[in-house]
C-alpha cells in the first residue's frame, strides 16, 4: 500500500537547523509531488511548501522562503525538509503528505506520513 | 489567521446531524475545488472528502461535502463517538500561489 514514513523525533537548539525525512513506497516516487504541512502544539496546520521528485522544482510558501529546502534522493525514494535558522515557534509537528496532480483542476493530498515532532528550545 | 474562516468548535448528539462550514475568497474556494481532512486525536490528518464532494474509498456516505460560491461545507449525518476529531478544509490559494488551511473544526459529540 502507498505510505510514507519520517524520520524520528528532534530537539535542537535555537539557530540551528533541523532535516526530516520521508521515505515512500507502494508507488512510483518520481510520480507525485511531495508537501511539507506542519502543525504547532494545539494549532491549526500550515501548508510550507511542495517539491517535484522528478525534477527537484519546488515552491515554498512566502513565510518559510529563505528558510526551507525540499530535496530529494530517488534512488532511496526519500523526500527531505530542512528548516534553517530554528525559533522556539519552529516547534511543531512536521508532515510530508504526497499531491495527486499539481497539473490537474482537482488535486489533494492523500496519503500522509505519521508526522515528525521538532522541539525547538534552548 | 488563516484567509479561510471555520467555526472553531462544533458538537452533537449521537444520531444528529452536525455541519462544518468554510468561508474563504474568490482566490481560493471561489476559484478551486474544497478538500476536507480528518484528524482524530493524535494522529496524522486523512483525506475525507476530495474536489467539493467526492468521498475516497473506505470513507463512510455519512460524510457529505458541497460548495457554493466562496463557501463550502461538511456534513456529517448520523453522528457517532467515532466522528469526534478536528476537520479542515483546503483549497489552493491562486493569489497565494499555495495551498491554505481553515484554523480547523473541533467536532465533540456529547
Redesign the interface.
Known sequence: QVQLVQSGAEVKKPGASVKVSCKASGYTFSSYDI?W?RQATGQ????M?WMNPNSGNT?Y??KFQGRVTMTRNTSMNTAYMELSSLKSEDTAVY?C?RELDREA???????????TLVTVSS | Q?VLTQPPSASGTPGQRVTISCSGSSSNIGSN?V?W?QQLPGT????LI??NNQR?SGVPDRFSGSKSGTSASLAISGLQSEDEADY?C?P?DDS?????????TKLTVL
Do not use: I
Open positions: 508537501n504541512v491549526g496546520l500550515e501548508w511548501g515552491g510558501a512566502q508532515y503528505t483542476d482537482d488535486n489533494w493530498f492523500d496519503p500522509w506520513g505519521q508526522g | 488563516s475545488t478538500n481532512y496524522a490528518p486523512k483525506l476530495y474536489s475516497p479542515y483546503a489552493w497565494l500561489n499555495g495551498w491554505v488551511f481553515g484554523g480547523g
